[in-house]
């Protein structure tokens, strides 16, 4: 699947490669979709998943569709707990609204509010605040909400924790009763589901897979390692590692093409399977693996989903992969119905903040090998 399949316009289409993403996420391909029908949304997805894009690719898209609001109100309102979520989501509306005439902006609390007040002075369709400071702000006149079409709650969880429940139900009392809300939460309790009823009409539930359970599972294991060394040390861990067989995974086609050749060269019996591969190739070639015909398989994340090889002992991640939970995805494939799974990761310099988000996300250290012959 990818971003045009998902009726996005061509202004984020474009944004979109240039921001270098190819595949929307889980999250993405799920929420995408019913956001643009006009639902209300009840998300269960942690950081990590492409949560962001998912509710802001989708109002972008809405704002800039309908007429443009002369008197330039506020039209969108994103609520996020901590000033760091909220630069965060304003970081990614930039660039997704790059080519569209939206205005957007930011107000959290901690800092003078005079910049912020100028900016809302300017008029802006797209808001994204902290509780604390929108309410402030409001009472001060500096905003209205009367005219927000889209509301955003997100990490509802976080927001009880940090007892922002008061101030969540007064922005909620300003808002209009006619408006289209969406609702994220990592976590699913009773008092979460009560506020998204008093917030929701009618919302489409969706989930993505948790992430702890089967991960526990695996066990984990991380190579520091040159870009340049990454084939010899892919060598060196299939023939001293234990490897029966071997799920590898890089983030391009060619990579996955240049890996599986390489291999065979060296006498390995590797395949490569992508999204440019024809379905017979594919087929043959997954049907192979599960035979076990073929020792190593090399995939790009999509041309693997829903791949599952019984007693697959070995899942390398050749590259990082850009969304943390598709890390989770790819070493799930190992591990299956209980059986011990082995997960190797290389990491290049050029990697480390990938990982910096599998390591938020999955809360699982890996162990670092330190000593192995294609180190820095
Ligand atoms: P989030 O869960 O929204 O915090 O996103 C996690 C990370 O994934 C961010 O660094 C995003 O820029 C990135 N991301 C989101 N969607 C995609 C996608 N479809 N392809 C590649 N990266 C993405």
Redesign the pocket.
Same mark, same amino acid.
């Given at each position: 699947m990818t971003f045009s399949d998902l009726k996005l316009s061509k202004p984020l289409l474009h944004a979109l490669t240039q921001k270098g993403?190819s $595949?929307?996420?889980p999250i993405?391909q799920q929420a995408i979709p019913k956001i643009l029908e006009g639902k209300d949304l009840f998300g269960c997805a942690q $950081? +990590? $998943?492409?949560? $962001?894009?998912a509710f802001a690719l989708p109002i972008l898209q809405l704002l800039a569709q309908s007429p443009t609001n002369n008197r330039r109100n506020i039209r969108a309102l994103i609520l996020a707990p901590t000033r760091e979520l909220a630069l965060q989501i304003h970081e990614?509306i930039v660039e997704y609204a790059r080519h569209l005439p939206v205005r957007y902006g930011v107000v959290y609390g901690g800092v003078s509010q005079n910049a912020q007040v100028q900016q809302l002075k300017k008029g802006i369709d797209l808001l994204v605040a902290t509780p604390g400071r929108l309410l402030d702000l409001q009472q001060q006149g500096f905003l209205s909400l009367q005219q927000v079409e889209f509301f955003v709650l997100d990490e509802a969880d976080k927001m009880l924790d940090m007892g922002f429940i008061r101030d969540i139900r007064k922005v909620i009392a300003s808002l209009p009763a006619q408006r289209q809300s969406l609702f994220f939460s990592a976590t699913t309790t009773n008092e979460i589901k009560n506020l998204a009823a008093t917030i929701l009409y009618k919302p489409e539930s969706i989930a993505v897979t948790p992430v702890s359970s089967t991960t526990e599972l695996i066990k984990q294991f991380l190579y520091y390692v040159p870009r340049e060394n990454k084939r010899g040390l892919l060598e060196y861990v299939l023939k001293n590692g234990n490897v029966t067989q071997a799920l590898v995974f890089t983030r391009t086609k060619r990579g996955a093409d240049k890996v599986a050749r390489t291999l065979s060269a060296q006498g390995w019996r590797a395949e490569s399977i992508h999204g440019n591969k024809s379905q017979g190739a594919r087929v043959r070639a997954l049907d192979g693996f599960k035979k076990k015909n073929i020792d190593v398989l090399v995939a790009t994340d999509i041309a693997a989903r829903g791949i599952d090889v019984e007693n697959l002992s070995h899942v390398i991640n050749y590259e990082l992969p850009?969304?943390?939970e598709t890390y989770v995805h790819r070493i799930g494939r190992t591990g299956r119905a209980g059986a011990n799974g082995i997960a190797l990761s290389f990491c290049t310099e050029d990697e480390t903040d990938y990982l910096k +988000?599998i390591h938020q996300l999955t809360k699982i250290p890996m162990e670092v090998i330190a000593r192995h012959p294609f180190s820095f």
């Open positions: 993403y $595949t929307p996420t993405q $950081t +990590g $998943t492409g949560k $962001t894009a990614n850009e969304v943390a +988000g």
